[in-house]
Each structure stands twice: as structure tokens, then as C-alpha cells.
Nanobody, 127 residues
């Protein structure tokens, strides 16, 4: 059974940092791409970052450039999202999603992996 379990969310002041984790099981981690999405109240879910465990390519949405770093620990089957300089507008439920890696998986935001989803973790940034 495929499982994705997010953790690391919480309440943080603007300017602070959080590191989210996405622990994966039930599939061959090295063959998959993992993406992070977020959904703020009243807004559509948006993809914000992606990493391919096959070619190690990464992608970030423009609104998080320079503030967010995605990394993958193949030994722990876990993908991390380090978020710095957090802003009020980063407040959202953050989800990780996975799918078998394809050539375009993390090339842009158009082909992000979305076969399997985690349950989400809340990030709240106070202004």
C-alpha cells in the first residue's frame, strides 16, 4: 500500500522557518518523483516544488524561489521541504504527492506527479 505521510507543519512567525517532511512507503522510492503542493483557504491547490529521484531534477514555483529548498533522502525514503523567510501568504495546508518519474515530471509545473497523495500538514504564518 502506497503511503505518504507529511509532518513538520505548525505555527511560525513571519520571517521564520519550517522544514516539512514527506515519508514515503509502499513503492520504489528511487523510481518516483515527489512534489509539494499547498492549498490556502478559499484558493485552489497549487504546486510549489518537485524533485525527481531518477535524475535529481528540481522545480520551484516563482513565488517561493530563493526561500524554499526541496531535497530527497533516498536512504530514508523521505523528501524534505525547507522553507525560510516565511510570509503570511505561505499559510496553507501542505501536501506531498508522488508518481513514477517521467522525463517532464519536474521540468515545470505542468506535469507534477499526482498519483498518490498524503493527508497534508497545516502551516500557519502569523504576521
Amino acid at each position: 500500500e502506497v503511503q505518504l505521510v507529511e509532518s513538520g507543519g505548525g505555527l511560525v512567525q513571519a520571517g521564520g522557518s519550517l522544514r516539512l517532511s514527506c515519508a514515503a512507503s509502499g513503492f520504489t522510492f528511487d523510481d518516483y518523483a515527489i512534489a509539494w503542493f499547498r492549498q490556502a483557504p478559499g484558493k485552489e491547490r497549487e504546486g510549489i516544488s518537485c524533485v525527481s529521484n531518477v535524475d535529481k531534477s528540481t522545480w520551484y514555483v516563482e513565488t517561493v524561489w530563493g526561500r524554499v529548498t526541496i531535497s530527497s533522502d533516498n536512504a530514508k525514503n523521505t523528501v524534505y521541504l525547507q522553507m525560510n523567510s516565511l510570509k503570511f501568504e505561505d499559510t496553507a495546508v501542505y501536501y506531498c504527492a508522488a508518481a513514477p518519474a517521467a522525463i517532464l515530471s519536474c521540468y515545470s509545473g505542468s506535469y507534477l506527479p499526482q498519483d498518490y497523495w498524503g493527508q497534508g500538514t497545516q502551516v500557519t504564518v502569523s504576521s
